[in-house]
């Protein structure tokens, strides 16, 4: 038998999305369309009091320019923070007076040390990068069939960042957080599979790092859909977190729960009318 699955990691965006369907092409035409017609007479600087936590999962090669683009789009429109500061913004209770920015990355690629964080450098940008930390320090070659099942839709081969790749990044001033040991979604494990998930990576990013791994961001993150609101964030902040990140959409204002923060997902490739459309929500 012919083994027609990739031997070689993806590196471009157009790679990435080869395997779509038409109908899901299809889907993000007609969705485009729908936010431009929305994105009219909206912008981000209709209020302020706010952070956005605008994140990522890869920065491809062909994908550069549109990061690089956004982070212009972003800074035209606030400042930006890391992810400290904006928890120390939060609990400290004083008003939050403009607009900022509060970049993240989920699960652990390769393209995050060869892409975004020389872009983020060069703008002066801090973010914080949420590693699946049972993927850290994988090898395409010796772990191709893990890394062929990170997704469940598609053999994907996609490579991971070394502890090395790590340690270079916190170096750089980068936020290093958790994402779990395996990329789960909470919702399917009980307490005790939960703790493990949350307690090892903890352990294991802070051996590596040698410093405290304080923020926790819930793989797929959607509330009552991937994680149980009223639950997880509690055994997360037991164990030592002082975040708990999800994927719902919005701004974030003073008084709300560190334990649920939301986050607005983006492509690199996205236009800036989208971003004026999911920033004025
Ligand atoms: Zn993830």
Redesign the pocket.
């Known amino acids: 038998m012919t083994d027609i699955r990739p031997s070689l990691p993806v590196k471009t965006y157009r790679d990435f999305i080869a395997g779509q369907s038409l109908l899901d092409r299809a889907r993000g035409v007609a969705r485009k369309a729908a936010i431009l017609a929305l994105s009219a007479g909206r912008s981000p600087d209709d209020n302020e009091g706010w952070i956005r936590f605008p994140f990522y999962?890869h920065i491809f090669d062909d994908e550069r320019p549109g990061f690089a683009r956004q982070l212009d789009f972003m800074a035209s429109h606030g400042d930006f923070i890391g992810l400290d500061d904006a928890v120390n913004m939060l609990e400290s209770g004083a008003s939050i007076s403009g607009r900022y920015f509060c970049v993240s990355f989920?699960?652990g690629f390769k393209n995050w040390i060869t892409n975004a964080v020389p872009i983020l450098l060069d703008h002066g940008v801090p973010a914080a990068f949420f590693v699946?930390a049972g993927y850290i320090g994988t090898s395409v070659e010796r772990d191709r069939e893990k890394l062929l099942g990170f997704y469940d839709s598609r053999d994907l081969l996609m490579e991971f960042l070394s502890w090395d790749d790590c340690r270079e990044m916190a170096d750089a001033g980068m936020t290093i957080g958790s994402?779990t040991m395996n990329?789960v979604h909470l919702i399917d494990l009980d307490d005790d599979g939960v703790e493990a998930e949350l307690a090892d990576s903890k352990q294991l990013i802070e051996a590596e790092l040698g410093r405290a791994c304080v923020h926790f961001c819930c793989?797929?993150g959607r509330a009552n859909i991937d994680y149980r609101p009223d639950h997880h964030p509690a055994i997360a902040l037991r164990i030592g977190y002082r975040t708990f990140l999800a994927t719902t959409r919005g701004a974030v204002r003073q008084g709300a729960s560190l334990m649920g923060i939301p986050r607005d997902h983006l492509l690199a490739g996205w236009e800036n009318y989208q971003l004026r459309y999911f920033f004025s929500r």
């Open positions: 999962h989920d699960d699946a994402h990329h793989p797929f």
